[in-house]
């Protein structure tokens, strides 16, 4: 499998020069990395017909960050409740969130996927890789270097104190916004093929935008995101 992902996704040169400027590391074993930045819609065959792609990469990656945004948070807020950590911790790994992240950072432009993908999966496709990334961040380096790596990495790029205040409700700023302007709105969701939600946003009779999420509720925040940064709050 490794010669297979160096002669189908790039040489190992450049993506060391990508980890190392993501993470701060070398990887030990660079073609866990290639992999995380592979989607499914351009999943790759191996000679023995087996698929892969990076979506074991990111569940794993899932789990790795919400522990340690966990334990970050138990640690920073001693006097926040359950409730208020939960809510916490939702908005720093949502895909709203995750999604700019992987951005700012660059993985957008280094993701393997079909371009029709990326029209439709925009909103979760990047966030998603860089979940992949901490899995194999993870699997690489271990536990204690990951926990690190993403406390800096959050404390450098995300205002955790400012999402305790900030918006995160997509869905009902936008019917708040089309009941006073007298505008229709509606999200209609349908269930994927691979156990997550698919979203459109309707305004008008005019599809305004698509999301993904693992449920309908993330789905539709996830449609509904775009259209409020992007016409709302411009």
């Known amino acids: 499998m ?25 990887p030990s074993n660079v073609e866990l990395y290639k992999l995380a ?16 792609n990076n979506e074991r990469l990111e569940f794993l990656g899932d789990a790795v960050i919400e522990t340690i945004v ?23 790994v949502s895909r709203y969130t995750l999604n700019n ?14 371009p029709a993908s990326i029209n439709v999966h925009k909103n979760n496709l990047y966030g998603d890789a860089f979940e992949a990334l901490v899995g194999a961040l993870y699997l690489d380096k271990g536990y204690n270097f990951t926990n ?3 406390i800096k990495l959050f404390s450098e790029n995300l205002d955790i104190e400012g999402m305790t ?4 409700d997509f869905k009902s700023r936008i019917i708040e916004w089309c009941q ?25 009779g005019v599809v305004e935008g698509h999301g993904e999420g693992r449920s309908k509720k993330e789905a539709e925040q996830s449609a509904a995101s ?4 992007t016409r709302i709050c411009e």
């Open 2 to 26: 490794i010669g297979f992902l160096r002669r189908h996704i790039g040489k190992n040169s450049y993506y060391y020069s990508f980890i190392h400027s993501i993470f701060g590391v070398t």
């Open 37 to 52: 930045l592979v989607h499914r819609s351009s999943s790759i065959v191996l000679e023995d017909r087996s698929v892969i």
């Open 70 to 92: 966990s334990e970050l948070l138990f640690i920073d807020y001693p006097e926040m409740n359950e409730g208020g950590l939960t809510q916490l911790r939702s908005r720093i």
């Open 101 to 114: 992240l992987a951005i700012e950072l660059g993985i957008d432009t280094q993701v393997v996927a079909n």
């Open 148 to 150: 690190r790596t993403l």
């Open 165 to 168: 205040v900030t918006e995160h």
């Open 180 to 204: 006073k302007h007298r505008k229709s709105v509606e999200f209609k969701s349908v269930a994927s093929s691979n156990s997550s939600f698919i979203s459109t946003l309707i305004i008008e």
């Open 226 to 229: 775009r259209f409020y940064e």
